[in-house]
C-alpha cells in the first residue's frame, strides 16, 4: 500500500509538469499564426460572423433613433434604405424614397387595427423629441449609444458607425471629448477614411473654433479621396461624391470665414465638379466672386 | 370554488418550493447588473438598452417557468399515482383542471410582480421617474398572455405523451406566434392555393400572443394605451383561455388516469 507521501509527491509532480508543459507552449501558441487568442472576445466568439451582428446592432441603433417605430422584413422599407439617424448627419447619401410615416400601409384586418395600439405606430425621431415631440429631450439621443458602441466593437472596419457616433456625441450630448475619442479610434482602425476625417475637421471646426485643424483635416481628407477615388467601383465612385463635395464647401466656407476668398472659389469650383446641384454652388462663387470684386474695387461714393 | 381554490394553493406552494423561478430572477439580476455596469461614453443616463435587455429576461424567464410548470402538473400526479386519491376525494375532473390552472396562472402571476418590480426599480434607478400605469397595463397584459400560454399547456399536458414533448411543442409554437404571428396574413398572400386559404385560416384561428408584447411601449417611453383597447385585449385573452380550458376540461373527462 502506497502512502499519502506518495501520492502527495506524484500530485506535485503532475502540477510541475502541467506548468511546464504550459509555459513551453504558451509562447509558440501566441507565434502561431492561426492564433485566435490574440483578438477580442467578439473576434473570438463570433470569428467573421461578428460583421452580420454588426450590422444588426447598427440597424437597431435606427430602430431607437425612431423609438422602435420601424418596419420588419414583412413591411414596406423604402423608406429606410439608409439609416436615417445616419443621413441627418448630412455626410452621407441618402438612398431613401417612399412614405416614411406610413409605411405599415392600411389596415388589413381588424386583427392588424385591433394590434396597432400596442406597438409605436407613429414615425418620430429621438433628436426631435420622440414620442412625445418636446424638442428640449433631444438629448434622448443618447440611447442609439450603446447599440452603435457595440457594432463597432463587432466590425472596427465599418467607417459610418464612427461618423455616426461622433456626430450625435457632439451635436446633442455636446460630448466633443468623447467624439474626440470616437474619431481618432476610428482612425486607427481606417487610417485611409475620408469621411472620418471630415467629422474630425467638423469637430475641429465647429466644437472647438480651430480653423487651422480643421483646415489641415479636411485637406488630407480631399488627397485621400483623390487618391481613393480612382480605384473604387462606378457605384462607390456614385456613393463617395456626396463626401467630397462635403470637404471642399466646408473649406470653402471656412477660407470665406478667414477672408481668403479666391481660395474659398477655387473649393467651391472643387465641390462643383462632383456636386448634384451644381447651380446651388455656383450661385456661391457668383456671391464670392462679386464680394471679392467689391474687395478689389475702389469704394464708389455718391457725387451728390 | 374551495376545491379549485385548494387545488391551486397546492400548485403555488409547489412553485415556491421549486428552483426555477429564483435560479432565473437571480440569473436576471446578475446580466442586468452587469449590463448596467457597462460604461458607454460616460453617460449615465443611457437606459433604454438596459430596459429592453431586462424586458427580454423577464419575458424568457415567465415563458419557461409558465410552460415548464404547467406542462408536468397532470403527468406528475398521474406518475406519483396521486392522481386517483385526488379524484376519489369530492373534486370532479373539471375543477382539478381550473384548480391546476388558476395555481399556475397566480404562481405566473406571482413571479411577475417580483420580475416587473425589480424592473422598475432598476429603470427609475436611471430614469428617475417611475410610470406606474403603463408598468400596470405591460404586466397586466403580459399575465394575461401567460394566462393563454398556461391554458394551452394543460390542454397539450393531456394530448402529448410527456412533459417535454408539450414543452418543446409549446415553445415552437409560442415562439412561431411571437415573431411571425402579426406577419402571417402577408405571408399568406405570397402562396399559392390552397396553402394560402389554410395560411389565412391559421392567421384568424391563432392567439395573437404578440398583441400583449407591448415592449416597446414601455422601453421607448411611449404614452399609455387608450384604456378601452386594453380592456379589449383582456376580453380577447379571456375568451381564448376559455377555449382551451374548455377543451382541457373535455379531453380530461374522456381521459383513462390510472
Same mark, same amino acid.
Given at each position: ?106 389596415? @388589413? $384586418?381588424?386583427? =392588424?387595427?385591433?394590434?396597432?395600439? #400596442?406597438?409605436?405606430? /407613429? ?7 420622440? *414620442? ?55 482612425? @486607427? $482602425?481606417?487610417? =485611409?477614411?475620408?469621411?472620418?476625417? #471630415?467629422?474630425?475637421? /467638423? ?7 480651430? *480653423? ?93 | ?258
Amino acid at each position: 500500500m502506497n502512502s499519502p507521501r506518495t501520492f502527495f509527491l506524484l500530485l506535485v509532480a503532475l502540477l510541475v509538469s502541467c506548468f511546464g508543459l504550459a509555459a513551453h507552449l504558451e509562447p509558440q501558441f501566441q507565434a502561431w499564426p492561426g492564433s485566435r487568442a490574440k483578438g477580442d472576445i467578439f473576434n473570438v466568439v463570433l470569428g467573421d460572423s461578428r460583421r452580420l451582428f454588426a450590422n444588426q446592432f447598427y440597424v437597431k441603433a435606427d430602430e431607437y433613433y425612431h423609438s422602435g417605430y420601424y418596419p420588419t422584413m414583412f413591411d414596406d422599407n423604402a423608406a429606410f434604405q439608409t439609416t436615417h439617424m445616419a443621413a441627418d448627419t448630412g455626410a452621407v447619401n441618402d438612398k431613401n424614397h417612399g412614405d416614411e410615416h406610413g409605411f405599415l400601409g392600411p389596415t @388589413r $384586418n381588424w386583427i =392588424d387595427a385591433f394590434g396597432r395600439h #400596442f406597438f409605436p405606430d /407613429r414615425h418620430t425621431h429621438l433628436d426631435a423629441g420622440g *414620442p412625445d415631440d418636446d424638442l428640449s429631450g433631444s438629448d434622448n439621443v443618447r440611447e442609439i449609444l450603446p447599440w452603435l458602441k457595440l457594432s463597432a466593437d463587432l466590425d472596427p472596419d465599418n467607417v459610418q458607425t464612427y461618423t455616426v457616433t461622433a456626430y450625435w456625441l457632439r451635436e446633442r450630448m455636446n460630448n466633443a471629448a468623447e467624439a474626440d475619442a470616437v474619431l481618432h479610434e476610428g482612425l @486607427r $482602425n481606417c487610417p =485611409d477614411s475620408y469621411d472620418i476625417l #471630415f467629422e474630425l475637421g /467638423r469637430l475641429y471646426y465647429e466644437s472647438y473654433h480651430d *480653423p487651422n485643424r480643421a483646415r489641415n483635416v479636411w485637406e488630407l481628407g480631399v488627397r485621400k479621396w483623390q487618391k481613393i477615388y480612382p480605384t473604387l467601383d462606378p457605384e462607390a465612385q456614385k456613393d463617395n461624391r456626396l463626401i467630397m463635395e462635403q470637404l471642399a464647401t466646408h473649406l470653402a466656407k471656412l477660407e470665406e470665414d478667414a477672408g481668403n476668398l479666391p481660395r474659398a472659389v477655387e473649393w467651391f469650383q472643387a465641390a462643383q465638379k462632383v456636386s448634384l446641384t451644381p447651380t446651388l454652388i455656383q450661385d456661391q462663387i457668383n456671391r464670392l466672386k462679386f464680394k471679392l470684386g467689391q474687395e478689389l474695387n475702389p469704394v464708389l461714393k455718391p457725387l451728390y | 370554488m374551495n376545491n379549485i381554490f385548494a387545488v391551486a394553493g397546492v400548485v403555488i406552494k409547489e412553485l415556491y418550493r421549486r428552483k426555477d423561478f429564483y435560479v432565473l430572477f437571480i440569473v436576471t439580476i446578475l446580466i442586468c447588473l452587469v449590463m448596467a455596469s457597462v460604461n458607454i461614453f460616460n453617460d449615465a443616463k443611457i437606459v433604454r438598452y438596459l430596459k429592453e435587455i431586462c424586458l427580454l429576461l423577464v419575458w424568457l424567464s415567465s415563458l419557461v417557468i409558465a410552460i415548464t410548470t404547467t406542462a408536468r402538473q397532470i403527468p406528475a400526479e398521474r406518475e406519483n399515482r396521486t392522481l386517483l386519491p385526488l379524484l376519489a376525494k369530492p373534486l370532479t375532473r373539471s375543477q382539478l383542471i381550473i384548480g391546476k390552472f388558476l395555481g399556475c396562472w397566480v404562481a405566473c402571476g406571482l413571479t411577475l410582480l417580483c420580475f416587473y418590480l425589480f424592473f422598475g426599480a432598476l429603470s427609475a434607478s436611471r430614469e428617475h421617474q417611475w410610470p406606474l400605469l403603463n408598468y400596470f397595463q405591460a404586466a397586466t397584459l403580459h399575465w394575461f398572455m401567460l394566462g393563454i400560454i398556461v391554458a394551452m399547456t394543460l390542454l397539450g399536458s393531456l394530448v402529448f405523451a410527456a412533459p417535454s414533448s408539450n414543452s418543446t411543442i409549446l415553445f415552437v409554437i409560442i415562439g412561431g406566434i411571437l415573431f411571425v404571428g402579426r406577419h402571417l396574413d402577408q405571408v399568406a398572400l405570397t402562396l399559392r392555393e390552397p396553402v394560402r386559404t389554410i395560411v389565412y385560416s391559421i392567421y384568424f384561428a391563432i392567439p395573437h400572443l404578440e398583441l400583449f408584447d407591448v415592449r416597446d411601449l414601455i422601453i421607448h417611453n411611449w404614452p399609455l394605451i387608450p384604456w378601452l383597447y386594453f380592456s379589449l385585449a383582456l376580453l380577447y385573452a379571456v375568451g381564448y383561455l376559455a377555449v382551451f380550458l374548455t377543451g382541457a376540461c373535455l379531453v380530461f373527462r374522456r381521459k383513462t388516469v390510472n
